[in-house]
């Protein structure tokens, strides 16, 4: 009760009465011997010293407090502690000092990670406080002008927040992240090349920070923000893109194309404002890919559908580059084995058809004819179950298309599903089972080139501030899926299927999936801009697909 009275006087601004207030706490946790809430309320206390600028006796007190931790085997305390006095030395201007002190942090970090939690959820939580002390580190590796430190730590921070949502098995957690900045760095703009662009994104309270890596080297932007500010803008402009279908139900000319004015002006103050740098625009130029980690809120953006001009002719990032979706650097692998036309004939699909899709049945016959060795689910007996949906889902195919509805849990994601229909016997029916994140955990995939997620919001979840959205999109490629294309809002299959079969034909003739869905998008545009009754390209009918990947593509 007083730990909770204390932490609201912080929010309050009420340092003094908080320092009072965790004094009094540490006192009764002594008293009755409660070693928990002791070392919380301890925790405490040094902070409110920090925030009264009590330097001296908030360290007495952290040391205080690892040893207690050390005593008691309470490894989240001692990072807590850690992290403590880390910020400390910063508000003292001993930066090096913060970095020796965060190191350990890192080393304590792994410790715990290797330990893991009994409860899931316990571990999901402190693995996104965990979070916010790694940016700090990054922040103190930026004051030293340290940006491959800076950058590598980042990368790391990002693919802790994922540690529990998305299992990989690539040496994510594996490099040395104390000292292996230039290393790593090195090795990633070797493999990007010229022609592509890595940005990885830091969001504090008070900062932008983008770091840009390709052949051409390192580079960090970064501006003073208000994060409240930018995250209402980010907000409203991803309402006003859900508004759009209830604006054509009403349907008014003047109202259809005020609402596009207003979405586009919406589109290019975020560009301006995430993208906007004279320098960045100029390296922009001179790409053909992107391969984007945003930061906390910024995974909500659709961000091929940024303005980049907003005078006529409009034009949106995707008509000046392929945008990939990543969820962090070190998921990205260098693509040697590229499908070539000669393998043409050795392609697979496997396809799970919703019966209710409108134009489904001439997708799936255009589809054969791409790929012969096309098959729809199907299962030979008449009663099906769960576990053979998921055998059958695990056979080796090259493509995997789920055309049907989903929804996406945003309170807890292991509830999140797709719908997949399966046939029986007689190919008359289908049967619809509704397949959850923690279903698909069983799936065994070697190595599919991409999966297709044909439905409502397949790339939304929970949203996790290091890791973006927790949803089937993250799940299949930790299941081994090289390329997933899935939606952040619904589509009206009238738009769904036509753009899902565009893609799919420029994609086989390229193997190129961040092309494919570029080219597949700027057709969209231009149907709508050239449609009477859409009046205008509104971002909410071609820009709903984002693609998610773990490989370079080619160039």
């Not at 086989?508 to 449609?531: C, D, G, M, V, W």
Request: proline share 3%; charged share 25%; hydrophobic share 40%.
């Amino acid at each position: 009760m007083l730990i909770s009275l204390g932490t609201l006087r912080f929010e309050i601004g009420q340092n003094v009465e908080a320092f009072k207030t965790f004094h009094e706490a540490e006192f009764v946790c002594q008293t009755y011997g409660l070693t928990r809430l002791g070392l919380e309320s301890k925790l405490r206390l040094a902070e409110s010293m920090m925030r009264l600028r009590k330097y001296s006796k908030a360290r007495d007190k952290i040391y205080e407090t690892i040893e207690k931790a050390k005593q008691y085997g309470k490894l989240e305390r001692i990072i807590d502690s850690l992290a403590l006095l880390a910020e400390i030395e910063h508000k003292e201007g001993n930066l090096v000092k913060a970095l020796d002190i965060s190191n350990g942090l890192v080393n304590e970090i792994e410790t715990v990670i290797r330990q893991g939690f009994e409860d899931s959820k316990r571990l999901i939580s402190y693995h996104q406080k965990i979070y916010d002390y790694l940016k700090n580190v990054v922040t103190y590796e930026i004051l030293l002008g340290r940006l491959d430190d800076a950058f590598t730590k980042l990368d790391y921070a990002k693919s802790i927040s994922l540690h529990y949502h998305v299992p990989m098995d690539n040496g994510v957690y594996n490099h040395n992240v104390a000292n292996s900045g230039s290393h790593y760095v090195d090795g990633l703009k070797s493999q990007i090349g010229k022609d592509r662009l890595l940005m990885n994104v830091m969001l504090t309270n008070e900062k932008l920070y983008v770091f840009t890596l390709n052949s051409d080297g390192l580079q960090l932007f970064r501006k003073e923000i208000d994060s409240d500010s930018l995250r209402k803008t980010v907000n409203a402009y991803v309402d006003t893109l859900h508004n759009t279908v209830e604006v054509f139900n009403r349907y008014n000319v003047n109202t259809i194309d005020n609402h596009f004015k207003s979405t586009t002006q919406l589109g290019h103050r975020l560009f301006q404002e995430l993208m906007g740098w004279p320098e960045l625009r100029t390296i922009l130029e001179k790409v053909n890919v992107i391969y984007l980690i945003p930061d906390e809120f910024l995974y909500k953006i659709p961000f091929a559908t940024l303005v980049v001009n907003d005078s006529e002719p409009i034009s949106y990032l995707v008509h000046k580059v392929d945008v990939v979706n990543l969820q962090s650097a070190s998921f990205l692998v260098s693509q040697n084995a590229m499908l070539q036309e000669s393998d043409m004939n050795n392609l697979r699909a496997l396809i799970s058809a919703d019966p209710n899709f409108q134009e489904m049945d001439s997708f799936v016959s255009d589809l054969k004819k791409s790929i012969p060795v096309s098959k729809i689910m199907t299962i030979e007996k008449d009663e099906v179950q769960k576990e053979e949906v998921i055998e059958k889902l695990s056979e080796n195919f090259d493509v995997y298309v789920f055309s049907g509805h989903s929804v996406a849990n945003p309170v807890d994601p292991e509830l999140s599903y797709i719908d997949v229909f399966v046939r029986n016997s007689s190919g008359a029916n289908s049967k619809k089972f509704k397949i959850k994140l923690s279903d698909l955990r069983a799936l065994k995939w070697s190595s599919p080139t991409l999966v297709l997620l044909v439905g409502c919001e397949t790339a939304s979840g929970k949203l996790y501030r290091g890791s973006g959205f927790l949803g089937l999109q993250n799940l299949l490629l930790s299941q081994g899926a090289q390329n997933v294309l899935a939606s952040l809002w619904k589509i009206d299959a009238a738009q769904a299927i036509p753009q899902t079969r565009d893609y799919l034909h420029l994609y086989l003739e390229s193997f190129n999936p961040s092309l494919a869905l570029r080219k597949t998008q700027i057709k969209a545009i231009n149907y709508l801009n050239n449609h009477t009754y859409y009046r205008n390209p509104h971002p909410y009918f071609w820009g709903a697909n984002i693609l998610y990947s773990k490989y370079l593509t080619s160039n």
